[in-house]
């Protein structure tokens, strides 16, 4: 019943920028941080970034620091990721995910996934 429905990749140029969201319902989405990850072909998949069930605390992989920001509507059921000044190295294919919990900067355990977005940027 727990669904995570991604929509919002795409191909830009580097510099460029995307918007990811992630559709969440089956489940009590307030009560549940929310991360997004990421898998590139022949690399093992990375947290990206996470928020909290509030949407007040949310943490960063130093790659992409200042550059892409996590948010989410708990009145929508929505996470977000903005992507800015996108470069060839965010090329992924980007998971959302509920978080079992979340701790510093990760998103821990988590247990649903979504379909995945491709991102690709070129040079």
């Known amino acids: 019943q727990v669904q995570l429905v991604e929509s919002g990749g795409g191909s830009v140029q580097a510099g460029g920028s995307l918007g990811l969201s992630c559709a969440a319902s089956?489940?009590?989405?307030?009560?549940?941080?929310m991360g997004w990850f990421r898998q590139a072909p022949g690399k093992e998949r990375e947290g990206v970034a996470r928020?909290?069930?509030?949407?007040?605390?949310?943490g960063y992989a130093d790659p992409v620091k200042g550059r892409f920001t996590i948010s989410r509507d708990n009145v929508k059921n929505t996470l977000y990721l903005q992507m800015n000044t996108l470069k060839p190295d965010d090329t992924a294919m980007y998971y959302c995910a509920r978080c079992t919990w979340c701790r510093g900067d990760d998103c821990h355990g988590p247990n649903y996934w979504g379909q995945g977005a491709q991102v690709t940027v070129s040079s």
């Open positions: 928020i909290s069930s509030d949407g007040v605390v949310k």
């Open positions: 089956g489940y009590a989405f307030n009560t549940y941080c």
